[in-house]
C-alpha cells in the first residue's frame, strides 16, 4: 500500500490548498467538494479512525474543527460536520478526517456527482478562510 495522501500533505509531500494549521492538525479544502468551501480537517499524525486518537490530541482536534467552522461561517452560517469511520460508512481515505461542508440556499441536498476543485475558486476560498 502506497504513502496515505493524506500524511503526504500534512508532510508538504503533496500540495493542497490549506486553510488552517497548528502543531496537531492540518485542514485544506477537499479536492472534490460537496459544496463550494468544503474542507477537510485532520490530524497530522496518522490514524485510521477516531477512537484511534491519541486522548492527547483531542483537544486540539476539536480545537482545529470548530476553527474551520468559524471560518466556514464566512462563506454560509449553514454547514454540516461529519466524520465517516470506515467504508461502510463512506471513508474512502482512511486517516481520520472531519468534513466541514457549507450548505447554501440553492443547493438542498449532496450532488450526486462530485467536481474537481476549480484553481482559481481554490485561491479564492482560501483567501477568505485562510486568514484570522
Known amino acids: 500500500m502506497g504513502e496515505c495522501i493524506f500524511c503526504s500533505i500534512a508532510a508538504r509531500k503533496a500540495p493542497a490548498h490549506i486553510v488552517w494549521e497548528d ?3 492540518i485542514a485544506f479544502l477537499d479536492i472534490f467538494p460537496l459544496s463550494r468551501g468544503h474542507v477537510l ?3 497530522k499524525h496518522h490514524v485510521d479512525r477516531l477512537t484511534d ?4 490530541h483531542y483537544p486540539a482536534m476539536l480545537g482545529a474543527v ?3 467552522c468559524r471560518r466556514v461561517e464566512r462563506l454560509s452560517m449553514d454547514y454540516n460536520v461529519g466524520v465517516n469511520q470506515g467504508a461502510l460508512a463512506g471513508q474512502i481515505v482512511f486517516h481520520l478526517h472531519f468534513h466541514v461542508i457549507p450548505r447554501y440556499p440553492d443547493q438542498p ?3 450526486r456527482k462530485r467536481d474537481a476543485l476549480d484553481p482559481a475558486d481554490a485561491q479564492r476560498l482560501v483567501e477568505v478562510l485562510a486568514h484570522r
Open 53 to 56: 486518537l491519541p486522548r492527547e
Open 41 to 43: 480537517v485532520v490530524p
Open 109 to 111: 441536498g449532496f450532488p
Open 23 to 25: 502543531d496537531v492538525t
Open 66 to 68: 470548530a476553527e474551520v
